[in-house]
């Protein structure tokens, strides 16, 4: 509690900071607007020529001027002083609002005209009742607005989702992937197959911690929970209503755990199945012989039936073949299509669900891996490894959701500071969504064309409750919002000031449990000329910075807003717990402590024959030697990660002195693909060129 009073104050701080009144406060950022000198003063009874008003912008108008804004409506065929026209010959989409003496609205399509509410809402100054004389003339960037969310590894009631579908549309985000089935529960109902949600949607236990701790913990206690076909029709219509997309995964061929503990029939003959209680990647996957096919034809039947969008979502990731290696009916059916290898199995899979939903009028989706089999011309493709899938996939002429873990997955941490609460691990600060490029920039201009959008994802592994979902949502998903709709996106700092203006008080209101990591100062352990020093970015420029070790305040230095403290280098190894306070007007508005290990090589280089991942490529060499200890779960820039079979790291010690220790850290974390290397070789080489291996 102590932490959260202590943020709230940060917030109400910084409130005092910024001119509420110098910027329209839009999320996201209208394509045009200019405001005048004067104001509309909103009458107690707003008359509203609703003859060109689509249905859904109507319930909507009715909700937020009757029960947010506490004022009367009027519907009438004269003029009124709210009038809406529909337009021809423009993008679709598109919307324009003009606000003098009355409140023009042109909208081409019943969406935009919603669109250009949210807007309206937006700009309304509900404690003088005016809106500021103004024109906006606004389109979105991109077509595929989406965010994703899994709710097999923790189930959310049909209000949660209701919730965030509401929250979506005010952000004017237009599809959301809901991913209904994995290896640790099945959550649609399916008439058909009974046994899919009796024993499907049954968990007994459920891991506690994070995946990579040994000894494993769990819960031992029962989940039961899917969503009936009532549920699902509600929702959809709910989301049809808010003109958001709903689309459904059913994971296929790999994460299948679920339905084969239910049917195990759909497995490959002698191996066993179980709802899974922790996280990772499984072996069971759904066998390629022709009943479980017809068996997935049948559930997709369904789906179908339920879900009126375009597209159906079929996994296609993480799909290990070690079952179908050794399946007799797997190389019966690969004689049968003449394919050679087991893997092609994959291909051969897919492809059926894909010419399945091609006669039934649906449009197949994957994850990335879907690429390596081949696919339908409307097949689409959602590139989630980086961009690599993404570009493969546009240059084959197929449509791309481009959702990279580098900027999209909102299960990773989004602050680096040790009171987070628990997530997969990766750092994806607000800052980093904001900077979101969805179009690939070694795309050539036609096979740009091919980017429909992106999205973020939402893996639940380690979110077990509407709170902290909401933390890991939220104000993230408002920066995926002006990254997809906006094509004159605003700065960092003008959209951080737009949530510190309005927009956090808005979610406030909505009882959003949105983070405010991002108010943090942002603290690092940089590297500069061999040495290690602490480097403090308060949000605000103007705040004071005090930095101590046992009480003992640091001598710093100043750069472009930035405060600098060098960090002692020791002899032999020490740690150091520093205390950094930022102070406004004599008030801690943030905390942290920084945990650091001083030794005689802080902030030296190292040579590395090979490049690291780009997922974990931490601050360069450096990184090894900057006396942070990487921690589990990990975030920020701790640790240095290689895709590669073998790499050498050569440090060359400036003077000749007797070394005693060498410490050296791994990670594993096999749910997360880290692990650790099969050898580690020590060579020691001295001045003459002799060798010796420690």
Request: hydrophobic share 35%; with cysteine.
């Amino acid at each position: 509690m102590e932490r959260r009073g202590l943020i709230n104050s940060i917030i109400f701080v910084l409130f005092g900071i910024f001119n509420i009144h110098s910027q329209l406060n839009i999320i996201p950022s209208p394509t045009n607007v200019s405001v005048g000198k004067n104001n509309f003063s909103i009458p107690n009874e707003l008359v509203v020529n609703d003859l060109l008003l689509p249905e859904y912008s109507k319930e909507l108008l009715i909700q937020f001027w009757t029960k947010e804004f506490g004022k009367n409506l009027v519907f009438a065929s004269n003029e009124g002083d709210l009038i809406f026209s529909k337009l021809s010959n423009v993008p679709r989409d598109f919307y324009s609002i003009n606000i003098d003496t009355k409140i023009r609205i042109n909208y081409s399509s019943d969406a935009s005209c919603f669109y250009a509410l949210q807007t309206l809402f937006q700009v309304i100054n509900k404690k003088e009742s005016i809106i500021p004389f103004l024109q906006i003339s606004d389109e979105p960037n991109f077509e595929w607005r989406g965010m994703h969310l899994d709710v097999s590894r923790h189930f959310y009631s049909v209000q949660t989702i209701k919730k965030y579908l509401d929250l979506m549309s005010v952000y004017k985000l237009n599809t959301f992937h809901w991913h209904l089935t994995d290896d640790q529960g099945w959550r649609i109902e399916i008439r058909k197959y009974p046994l899919l949600t009796s024993v499907g949607a049954r968990r007994d236990s459920t891991l506690i911690g994070h995946a990579s701790e040994i000894p494993k913990k769990f819960d031992y206690k029962v989940v039961k929970e899917y969503y009936t076909q009532k549920d699902i029709r509600e929702l959809v219509e709910y989301a049809a209503k808010k003109y958001i997309t709903v689309v459904p995964e059913i994971e296929m061929p790999g994460h299948a755990s679920a339905a084969i503990a239910a049917y195990p029939e759909l497995g490959c003959k002698g191996f066993t199945s179980k709802v899974e209680s922790e996280w990772g990647v499984f072996d069971n996957i759904f066998c390629s012989k022709t009943n479980t096919m017809n068996f997935i034809k049948d559930v997709l039947a369904e789906v179908c039936d339920l879900f009126p969008g375009k597209y159906i979502h079929i996994g296609g990731d993480e799909v290990l073949v070690n079952h179908w290696e050794r399946c007799a009916d797997c190389k019966i059916t690969m004689e049968k299509n003449g394919l050679k290898e087991t893997k092609e199995l994959q291909g051969y899979f897919l492809s059926e669900m894909d010419n399945f939903l091609t006669q039934r009028g649906k449009n197949i989706i994957g994850w990335d891996e879907i690429l390596e089999g081949g696919l339908s011309p409307n097949a689409a493709v959602m590139s989630w490894r980086g961009e690599a899938g993404g570009v493969a996939a546009a240059q084959l002429e197929h449509s791309v959701v481009m959702s990279p873990t580098s900027h999209c997955y909102f299960d990773h941490y989004q602050s680096n500071r040790s009171g987070e609460p628990l997530a997969i691990g990766g750092y994806l600060p607000l800052s980093k969504v904001f900077d979101f490029q969805p179009i690939p920039s070694s795309l050539i201009h036609y096979q740009r064309t091919y980017v429909k959008g992106g999205q973020a994802n939402l893996w639940t592994e380690y979110i077990k409750t509407e709170e902290h979902l909401d933390y890991m949502i939220f104000p993230r998903l408002l920066a995926m919002s002006e990254v997809l709709w906006s094509k004159n996106k605003s700065t960092f700092n003008e959209f951080s000031d737009k949530l510190l203006n309005s927009h956090l008080g808005f979610l406030t209101g909505r009882k959003v449990n949105f983070s405010k990591a991002f108010l943090n100062s942002a603290i690092e352990i940089i590297s500069e000329n061999n040495q290690s020093i602490l480097q403090v970015e308060p949000f605000n420029k103007e705040s004071l910075v005090q930095c101590f070790d046992l009480n003992k305040e640091f001598v710093s230095s100043q750069v472009n807003g930035k405060i600098n403290y060098v960090l002692p280098k020791t002899k032999t190894p020490q740690i150091h717990e520093y205390t950094v306070l930022t102070l406004q007007d004599g008030l801690v508005i943030d905390s942290a402590k920084v945990v650091f290990m001083s030794h005689s090589t802080n902030g030296d280089s190292w040579i590395i024959s090979k490049k690291p991942s780009t997922s974990y490529a931490g601050k360069g060499s450096t990184t090894l030697t900057d006396g942070i200890l990487g921690a589990r779960p990990w975030n920020g820039k701790d640790w240095l990660g290689f895709q590669e079979d073998t790499v050498a790291f050569q440090f060359n010690f400036l003077k000749n002195q007797k070394r005693n220790h060498l410490y050296i850290n791994f990670l594993q974390a096999e749910s997360s693909w880290i692990y650790l290397p099969e050898r580690v070789n020590f060579v020691f080489t001295k001045k003459n060129g002799k060798s010796k291996l420690i």
